[in-house]
């Protein structure tokens, strides 16, 4: 079970680090309004689902 937590701890903590890669690329490359907002929904909605999963892991 420690060994799933553990991996588990990395895939969110690379999410997190995805998600940073995003939020850069969000406020430096010029893209059509469709597309930010599709990228800006998703990126909120990943954010959701990892604060949702932290508060589960117990630490």
Do not use: G
């Amino acid at each position: 079970m420690d060994e799933l937590l553990r991996l588990i701890s990395a895939v969110l903590n690379q999410n997190q680090a995805i998600n940073e890669e995003v939020k850069k690329l969000l406020l430096t490359r010029p893209m059509h309004s469709s597309h930010l907002a599709e990228l800006t929904r998703l990126l909120k909605e990943n954010e959701n689902i990892l604060s949702l999963l932290r508060d589960r892991i117990p630490t």
